[in-house]
C-alpha cells in the first residue's frame, strides 16, 4: 500500500506541474499531458480504494 501512495503522490506531481504550465503559459502540450496523468492519478485512485477497503475489513 505504502508504494501505491508513493505513486499517487508521484503522478499528482506530474498532473500539477503540466497543468500549471498550461494555465499559465498556454502550452498545449503540457496540457495534453496533465489530462493524462489525471486518467493515471484517477486509475490509481481507484485502485487505492480498493486496497484500502479490504485492510480496513481485516
Do not use: D, H, P, W
Not at 6 to 26: D, F, P, R, S, W
Not at 45 to 55: G, I, P, Q
Amino acid at each position: 500500500m505504502k508504494t501505491l501512495v508513493e505513486k499517487i503522490a508521484a503522478q499528482y506531481e506530474v498532473y500539477a506541474t503540466n497543468a500549471a504550465l498550461q494555465v499559465e503559459k498556454g502550452n498545449k502540450a503540457a496540457g495534453t499531458r496533465a489530462r493524462k496523468a489525471a486518467l493515471e492519478l484517477s486509475k490509481l485512485l481507484k485502485e487505492f480504494r480498493a486496497v484500502s477497503v479490504e485492510e480496513a475489513k481485516k
